[in-house]
């Protein structure tokens, strides 16, 4: 059998189905198949005495003659101390897979033994979104690697891939016979990699491996959206919800409209909003779930307005129930949709736009952050929230004074 010291020449020589072996590192070779490929190779025996065959790697991805041979005396440096290399690889192969992760991880999620900062249980619907972020984007492009094997490099790539536009497309929802528009994104990329930093967390802590691969890397900006509403598409909004009552649309989802308009509250929390938790005598509202956990929240005359409404239109426990049977209100989205075409309001506008739109009021009345914050459950406000059981008169008249100024500008004509 020939020896001698491999290098690249050697390598571009060799014949199909060749062999070479190295005469400074015994059992290391090089072989080229039937076509072009050349790999690496190590034989040695065990400890037991049992002969194995393992394949360092492919010359030129990325190995080279140098560091395969370095890596060819790392494992006979392991085979010498009774472990077998071969036995591990093949374990390896076993592994997990990120994508077989990611069910553990939801796993978990779903049965509340997964925590959040907060030490509570992850909602349903944060845990609803991370599905789509794995499923849109994760496993079509991480998921077939295995757990122990991601990289930062793998990780910034797949972000970069996201923000591109790489995994865009249809793909099946949850619902039935349901199609999801997926855009990709610099905003879906930053918000994929945060999750997927926190997935590979849970992995360390289960001792999948030993290292967060998404540590250290730089996302995009936040990108979050400052939109508020111009005087002139207030005016538009109220033209909108005007005509849609006259159109006959399902009077809850144009209350909720209103509701969300005077409030500056989150979509989730006005359309979650229960009977059980609203006090009108005292003019407030006990938020026990929402973004930041318990909030009490003041309610403006005008919001209380359109509760008393609500209550006349609801039989359900919900204020804004939904048109079908019995529940929280589905499809909010297509009825906005809806209102804001009544007026060809700008596509930019949604109902989250009513709550920056809605602390820009206050501020231009001039009222503190703090203020708006503690009117709208901003999430600084959500410490302190634990200890209040009432709103005061301060809280009351900020309230008061935004859903006034929310409303006349709603109401102005043309």
Known sequence: MDTKRIGLRDIMKLNPEETLW?????GFGVRRQKGTAVSYILKFRTK???QRWLT?????????PEQAREEAKRILGEVVIGEDPSVAKSEQRKAMTVSELCDQYFSDAETGRLLTRRKIAKRPSTIE???GRIERHI??????????AVTRADVEKFMHDVAEGKTSGRRKSTKKRGLSLVRGGKGAASRTTGLLGAIFSYAIKKNLRQDNPVHGIIRFADGRKLRRLSNDEYRLLGQALERAENDGMWPPA???TRFLAVTGWRSGEGLGLKWKDIDLERRTASLPDSKTGL???PLSLAACEILKTAKVMSIDDFVFPSKRGTGKMNGFGSYWEKIAAKTQIPPDVTPHTFRHSFSSLGDDLGYSEITIGAIIGHKSNSITSRYIHKTDAVLLSAADAIAEETA???AAQD
Do not use: C, E, F, N
């Open 22 to 26: 190295d005469s400074a590192v015994a």
């Open 254 to 256: 144009i209350a909720v």
């Open 129 to 131: 979104s991370d599905r």
């Open 48 to 50: 037991q005495g049992r």
């Open 295 to 297: 909030s009490m929240r």
């Open 56 to 64: 360092i790697g492919r010359h030129g991805s990325p190995w080279t």
């Open 408 to 410: 006349r500008l709603m």
């Open 139 to 148: 496993k079509p492009l991480l998921g077939s690697l295995k757990v122990i």
